[in-house]
């Protein structure tokens, strides 16, 4: 079993950056998949970007070049890099560990991002 917590979140202004990021404990960190998922108020909680246990990334098209989701399995730590936010990314961001080989799924308690000026 694994235990994720997010920090980073906070307020920025239209065009700002943030960097979250997620630390696990608990169990192996390699062993997983790790993503970042967000959740407006109303609204499914949606895929923003994944990483492979070996570094393969995966984003949401419409993020492709804002973010950047990258991991540090020494410090078991996964980060998202969000540049140039705009307010309709006001979200919880919540941090997703899918263990290879089971499959089972774990998520943080999620850190909230709020773009406005």
């Known amino acids: 079993q694994v235990q994720l917590v997010e920090s980073g979140g906070g307020l920025v202004q239209p065009g700002g950056s943030l960097r979250l990021s997620c630390a696990a404990s608990?169990?192996?960190?390699?062993?997983?998949?790790m993503a970042w998922y967000r959740q407006a108020p109303g609204n499914q909680r949606d895929l923003v970007a994944s990483i492979t246990s070996g570094g393969s990334t995966n984003y949401r098209d419409s993020l492709k070049g804002r973010f950047t989701i990258s991991r540090d399995n020494a410090k078991a730590t996964v980060f998202l890099q969000m540049n140039s936010l705009v307010p309709e990314e006001t979200a919880v961001y919540y941090c997703?560990?899918?263990?290879?080989?089971?499959?089972?799924?774990?998520w943080g308690q999620g850190t909230q991002v709020t773009v406005s000026s």
């Open positions: 608990g169990s192996i960190f390699s062993i997983y998949t």
């Open positions: 997703r560990a899918n263990h290879l080989i089971t499959q089972r799924v774990y």
